[in-house]
């Protein structure tokens, strides 16, 4: 049998002695191997850039370029320096291989590796596997072939595995992975002396974490103040691998705030399970930070003119509402002024001229010098208290043991549908659904049992104390904060028209403000 001698053997001379050029792929799939031992690239990078270096010169090729996937997955082809691979083959067409060290380096299942493929056939580029024999003949695909399929098979099945062992942790309470913002992971051995591992509380940052729910459910804060208060007190986010320790950011805080792991839950697969770990908020307040959330889902607006009179005064003239308005003079002082909400809409519908709020203050002050409590009235309103306290007390024990019942009942509840959920008897939607219900009852009955623990010595200490400061409501007045003179007057006013005129000085004076 004759075989065809080239058309120019010189020309097929000289192909045969021109140095072949190879591109180099090594991938690691964690952080971790990407950084492990004293080395800077760990140990699994450089024994794959040596593979594929020897690979290359039993090729009689030479490495021009080298891309490396750090703590990349082989799930999907988009990883970032794959992709640049793929574009600078196509950019080049004087590539004549690319090595790996094992096909599952490049792919790990069927889809990316026929796709990766195909780029390389169209430009006439060799894959090679320094420790799997493949080739182009039928013999080498049918081997590619089935290494790819076992890779993607092993890729699979070690995804199965592990989200079974990571749904089995949380049904036991145990922390998935890293512990979120606030807390620690330790590790250590147990009485028997085998390696476990726990979660504690950062001693530094969390009670600042605590600290920002109580605030945050107190819906006076935004979350951008909330996370520059906290940044002031110290919070800042742990250094990593990659990043220095840095400060703490508002969309930081408000993932922090969503997370339901620090009411002492572990979120998987949408299904909640009680955690092993300690919570750093209780049922309640944590219940009340989803609320404010949500309520400021569409952007929230901190209020700047806050004031304990605003719901309380009004004009005298219009009726309309009194709004806070800050004026600056020439030296640079800012003085606050109440003015007629209406006015400032209809300039010619009310004559309400502003007044300083600091007036308005000393008025309505001096409102409370009016108001006292007689020695009868006291006694009449400690017999009413009393009876009513009585009331409370004979019902409180009943009230307690009906919600003992029904804590008991809706933690048997939860319990039965984990055991369906396991037994795949109802979906993972439907189970998070009444969990979220369960929850909020839970809350509502904790909250209730707080508030008949209240001794009842401690009730009569405040009540006699309340009397004796009814009898002088100036000073109670005096002495209290701007939220508790808020209630005050709610209490004891519908509302307090301020009607201010012009003395001869030409300064605004409030008149005698009235009920």
């Given at each position: 049998?004759?075989?065809t001698?080239p058309a120019?053997?010189l020309?097929?001379?000289?192909a045969d002695?021109t140095?072949k050029r ?7 799939s964690?952080?971790g191997?990407?950084a ?5 690239e ?6 794959q850039?040596?593979?594929n ?11 021009v370029k080298?891309f490396i996937?750090?703590?990349?997955s082989?799930?999907n082809a988009?990883r970032?320096?794959?992709?640049k ?6 950019e080049?067409n004087?590539?004549?291989?690319v090595i790996?060290h094992?096909l599952d380096?490049l792919?790990?299942n069927r889809a ?11 430009h006439?580029?060799r894959?090679?596997?320094t420790s ?9 695909m049918?081997?590619h ?10 890729s ?7 989200s079974?062992?990571?749904s ?6 145990g922390t998935?992975g890293?512990?979120p913002l ?10 028997h ?5 726990w979660v ?6 969390g009670?600042l974490?605590a ?9 006076t ?13 110290g919070?800042?986010?742990p250094?990593t691998?990659r990043y220095p320790?840095?400060p703490m ?5 408000i993932?922090v705030l ?5 009411r002492?839950v ?20 944590w219940y ?13 607006r901190?209020?700047v003119?806050?004031h304990h009179?605003?719901?309380?005064v009004c004009?005298g003239?219009?009726?309309s509402?009194?709004?806070?308005q800050n004026t600056?003079?020439k030296?640079?002082?800012v003085?606050p002024?109440f ?10 519908g ?10 308005v203050e000393?008025?309505?002050?001096e409102l409370?010098r009016t108001?006292r409590?007689?020695?009868a009235?006291?006694?009449r309103?400690a017999?009413?208290?009393?009876r009513e306290?009585?009331r ?17 009942s809706l933690?048997r509840?939860?319990?039965k549908l ?8 109802i979906p993972l ?8 219900q369960?929850?909020?009852q839970?809350?509502s ?6 508030a ?5 010595h401690?009730?009569?200490?405040h009540?006699g104390?309340?009397?004796?400061l009814l009898e002088?409501?100036f000073?109670?007045?005096m002495?209290?904060t701007?939220?508790m003179?808020?209630?005050?007057n709610?209490?004891?006013f519908?509302?307090?028209?301020i009607?201010p005129?012009d003395?001869?000085s030409?300064v605004s004076r409030?008149?005698?403000a009235?009920?």
């Amino acid at each position: 049998m004759s075989t065809t001698p080239p058309a120019n053997p010189l020309a097929a001379m000289a192909a045969d002695l021109t140095p072949k050029r190879a591109i180099s792929y090594i991938r690691v799939s964690t952080k971790g191997q990407a950084a492990r031992g004293d080395a800077a690239e760990g140990f699994s990078i450089p024994a794959q850039r040596e593979a594929n270096k020897n690979k290359a010169a039993a090729l009689g090729a030479f490495i021009v370029k080298e891309f490396i996937d750090r703590g990349e997955s082989a799930r999907n082809a988009k990883r970032p320096e794959l992709q640049k691979m793929l574009a600078y083959i196509t950019e080049h067409n004087d590539i004549d291989y690319v090595i790996v060290h094992k096909l599952d380096r490049l792919a790990r299942n069927r889809a990316d590796d026929v796709d990766i493929n195909r780029v390389l056939e169209q430009h006439n580029v060799r894959l090679v596997s320094t420790s799997e024999n493949i080739d182009q003949t039928p013999g080498g695909m049918l081997l590619h072939g089935i290494m790819s399929s076992i890779a993607e098979f092993y890729s699979r099945n070690l995804a199965a595995e592990v989200s079974k062992g990571m749904s089995e942790k949380a049904k036991h309470g145990g922390t998935i992975g890293k512990a979120p913002l606030g807390y620690v992971n330790k590790q250590g051995k147990n009485e028997h002396g085998k390696r476990h591992s726990w979660v504690e509380v950062d001693p530094v940052r969390g009670p600042l974490i605590a600290e920002a729910f109580r605030e945050y459910a107190t819906d006076t804060w935004t979350a951008k103040h909330l996370t520059e208060h906290l940044t002031a007190r110290g919070l800042t986010q742990p250094a990593t691998s990659r990043y220095p320790e840095r400060p703490m950011t508002q969309s930081r805080l408000i993932d922090v705030l969503h997370n339901p792991y620090y009411r002492g839950v572990v979120s998987y697969q949408g299904v909640e399970y009680p955690g092993r770990h300690q919570a750093l908020v209780d049922d309640e307040t944590w219940y009340k930070v989803q609320t404010v959330l949500s309520a400021h889902y569409n952007g929230e607006r901190r209020r700047v003119h806050h004031h304990h009179l605003k719901t309380t005064v009004c004009c005298g003239q219009c009726g309309s509402r009194l709004i806070i308005q800050n004026t600056k003079n020439k030296r640079g002082v800012v003085y606050p002024y109440f003015v007629c909400s209406y006015r400032q809409r209809q300039r010619d519908g009310c004559r309400f001229k502003a007044v300083l709020i600091d007036e308005v203050e000393a008025r309505v002050a001096e409102l409370y010098r009016t108001i006292r409590i007689t020695p009868a009235q006291r006694k009449r309103i400690a017999a009413l208290a009393q009876r009513e306290l009585e009331r409370i007390y004979a019902s409180r024990a009943e009230h307690g043991r009906q919600l003992e019942q029904q804590s008991r009942s809706l933690l048997r509840k939860r319990q039965k549908l984990l055991d369906a959920h396991y037994a795949d008897a109802i979906p993972l939607d439907l189970l998070k659904q009444e969990q979220d219900q369960i929850a909020a009852q839970l809350a509502s009955i904790e909250q209730q049992r707080a508030a008949l623990s209240l001794e009842s010595h401690v009730v009569q200490t405040h009540l006699g104390y309340v009397l004796d400061l009814l009898e002088d409501c100036f000073r109670l007045y005096m002495q209290a904060t701007p939220s508790m003179k808020k209630l005050l007057n709610g209490v004891f006013f519908t509302a307090v028209a301020i009607n201010p005129q012009d003395d001869a000085s030409g300064v605004s004076r409030t008149a005698t403000a009235h009920l």
